[in-house]
């Protein structure tokens, strides 16, 4: 260890090199471009974060069902977290005795990733504006970590001693600061800003469901299902593009009067991948998505954008005109060079900002086309209150589902591929260069190919496996 005063007892003293790193880790001062890269990945993620209304909704939903598979049933005691409440808010004693055998009740995601690097320097009245609702929803954001590892402590300490209740909330809600060096330096510098999730998921949550068994997910979804959900018809479920067919997505319907919830005359599906505690960490534009895509044999390039940091992943997105999370042009083609500019500016606000911002703001924000009546570029109506506000305000991603619509794209995916297929065996047909036995072979394989393209669509209503 350094040989300086300020370290105590420990001045001069050898320590195990994994200790060395992380107490390094945690006093030594970015300069630099780094310090730069540092503030600037603080600033984007406590905007992403703790100034997003939906990203607090979520943070609580997360915790409740990460409780749920630490505690099982007990998790469920509304008494159990009015205790817990008590404990955090007043700083009681089983909330001060849990804090001394455990940093897990203080490295949490708040304090070790956005408290400090969301502030700016006080003094300007900008600072005075930025500070004072970034301090707010740190706090808010800290607290529901804290209430639910309190919940889950409590739970625990009832038939273990105050280490293993701790040990339990720390692996059912992560001390974000006992990571190895490698993560921190990725989540610090914006390479992966939030690596620590998904790490502990992978370290933490899965090795404890495993331990735990699986049925407290199944009883999660199962409880979901029941309250609010009910089967797709045979129609609905043809219709629908394959990536909504894996379970992720459910017909809502309202749990008071049993009915499916209506929306302009179609049945609404609630996106579950964006409320499970780890659904989002997969999803389009993450690396996670881009290591299974690259697994399965289908890797592109751009899916790793997001490891040249926010900052250089937007740069990168705009010089190829290509969103990594959507898969779309950022600039459609054909439009001006005014509008062309005009989208690019949007599509950086859009990375920068909380998302409520565009939503409210932005012309093809979901909120801002419910109060103007706008229609999307797509031609889809603009979406009621009752669906926009709980979008953008509580993260509940819903979409209409127009079952005639939806059929009329799986159709013209299948005209597609089929016209692809006979272009190839045409062009082999045709092509005198190929041996009689070998093209004979080709078009064998096309035309069983073109077979199991229609069989599939009309089995399943899409042509993905």
């Known amino acids: 260890m350094p040989d300086t005063p300020g370290w105590g007892k420990l001045a001069g003293k050898y320590v195990r090199k994994d200790i060395f790193d992380r107490l390094i880790s945690r006093t030594r001062s970015p300069e630099g471009f780094e310090k730069i890269l540092t503030q600037l990945t603080g600033k984007w993620k406590a905007a992403k974060v703790i100034a997003n209304p939906a990203t607090q909704v979520r943070n609580f939903i997360t915790n409740m069902m990460l409780a749920h598979n630490a505690l099982g049933v007990r998790?469920?005691?509304?008494?159990?977290?009015?205790?817990?409440?008590?404990?955090?808010?007043?700083?009681?004693?089983?909330f001060r005795e849990a804090k001394s055998v455990s940093a897990v009740f203080v490295d949490t995601f708040t304090k070790s990733?956005?408290?400090?690097?969301?502030?700016?320097?006080?003094?300007?009245?900008?600072?005075r504006v930025w500070n004072w609702p970034m301090e707010k929803g740190s706090s808010l954001?800290?607290?529901?970590?804290?209430?639910?590892?309190?919940?889950?402590?409590?739970?625990?300490?009832?038939?273990?001693?105050?280490?293993?209740a701790a040990d339990l909330a720390g692996w059912a809600l992560f001390n974000y600061q006992a990571v190895p060096q490698w993560v921190n330096t990725l989540r610090r510098k914006g390479f992966y800003p939030f690596i620590v999730f998904p790490y502990k998921v992978?370290?933490?949550?899965?090795?404890?469901?495993?331990?735990?068994?699986?049925?407290?997910?199944?009883q999660q979804a199962k409880a979901i299902q029941k309250l609010f959900s009910e089967p797709l018809t045979e129609e609905e479920r043809k219709s629908l593009p394959a990536?909504?067919?894996?379970?992720?997505?459910?017909?809502?319907?309202?749990?008071?009067t049993g009915n499916p919830v209506i929306i302009n005359g179609h049945p609404v599906l609630l996106d579950l991948t964006y409320i499970l505690p780890w659904g989002d960490i997969g999803e389009g534009g993450s690396i996670p998505s881009a290591i299974a895509k690259t697994i399965q044999g289908s890797p592109d390039l751009r899916d790793f954008l997001p490891l040249l940091t926010p900052f250089g992943q937007t740069a990168a997105e705009l010089g190829l005109n290509r969103s990594a999370f959507t898969q779309r042009d950022i600039v459609p083609e054909g439009e001006t060079a005014g509008k062309a500019w005009e989208e690019r500016a949007r599509y950086v606000g859009r990375q920068i900002l909380p998302s409520w911002v565009p939503a409210a703001l932005y012309p093809s924000g979901q909120l801002h086309r419910t109060i103007t009546g706008k229609v999307s570029r797509t031609g889809e109506p603009p979406q009621p209150l009752r669906q926009s506000i709980p979008g953008t305000f509580l993260g509940l991603r819903t979409v209409p589902l127009d079952v005639r619509r939806e059929r009329a794209f799986r159709a013209s995916e299948l005209q597609r591929a089929v016209l692809d297929i006979?272009?190839?065996?045409a062009s082999v047909a045709t092509d005198q260069s190929i041996p009689s036995d070998a093209k004979r072979r080709r078009l064998e394989a096309y035309r069983r190919e073109l077979q199991e393209l229609i069989r599939r669509y009309n089995e399943t209503g899409t042509i993905e496996r």
Do not use: C, H
């Open 75 to 94: 998790a469920l005691n509304p008494l159990l977290w009015r205790r817990a409440f008590k404990e955090v808010t007043t700083n009681g004693a089983a």
């Open 113 to 127: 990733e956005l408290s400090r690097l969301a502030q700016l320097e006080p003094g300007s009245r900008f600072a």
């Open 141 to 164: 954001y800290q607290f529901t970590e804290q209430w639910a590892k309190m919940a889950i402590y409590l739970g625990a300490r009832e038939f273990s001693t105050p280490k293993a």
């Open 202 to 218: 992978a370290t933490e949550t899965i090795p404890l469901a495993l331990d735990q068994g699986l049925g407290r997910f199944s």
């Open 243 to 256: 990536r909504m067919r894996s379970g992720g997505y459910i017909k809502l319907k309202n749990p008071l």
């Open 422 to 425: 006979q272009r190839r065996i």
